[in-house]
């Protein structure tokens, strides 16, 4: 709500695939007074309809799916021409080694239980869990058909990455 707020001349379009979670955002766009130009629609990174997007953003969510070249090959496909992508994940080094300390065992222990579950449970080929690593990510973007990466910013927590076609 807030970006659609800060930014009144813009149009944000919201997809998850919880209904209830669509059901709820409808509501507190409405409550906002943004519903003119902040939408929602149950769906899956795989099934929005493709529209010429100048962003696309990914916040903390690539790295629990079963698909995550297909869902960043379905973003390419919708992106205006100079479009972004923005891929919002958690702060993972990409050896095992290099993720040990107090954050590294609270993302593996969630990535055991939530994410790599809930990508296998998806069918898809591949489970990449949150403490992917950036290497991990780069490949997804590659094998979607990706030319430009780059690490836009950083926080003990997050990595903010930028992909373009």
Do not use: K
Request: hydrophobic content about 40%; some cysteine.
């Amino acid at each position: 709500m807030a970006a659609g707020q800060a930014f009144p001349n813009s149009r944000f379009h919201g997809i998850d695939s919880h209904e209830e979670s669509i059901a709820a955002a409808r509501e507190n766009a409405a409550a906002a007074g943004v519903e003119d130009r902040v939408t929602f629609e149950v769906g899956t990174a795989t099934s929005y309809e493709e529209a010429g997007f100048d962003l696309v953003c990914f916040f903390d969510c690539l790295h629990d799916m079963g698909d995550p070249v297909a869902a960043a090959r379905h973003a390419r496909a919708g992106l205006a021409e100079g479009g972004t992508v923005m891929l919002v994940e958690p702060n993972a080094a990409d050896r095992v080694e290099d993720n040990i300390g107090p954050v590294g065992r609270l993302y593996y222990t969630g990535s055991t239980v939530l994410c790599t579950a809930h990508a296998i449970s998806e069918g898809g080929p591949e489970a990449l869990g949150a403490q992917a690593g950036e290497a991990a990510l780069r490949r997804v973007f590659d094998d979607a058909g990706y030319g430009h990466w780059r690490r836009a910013a950083e926080t003990p927590f997050n990595l903010v990455l930028e992909a373009r076609a």
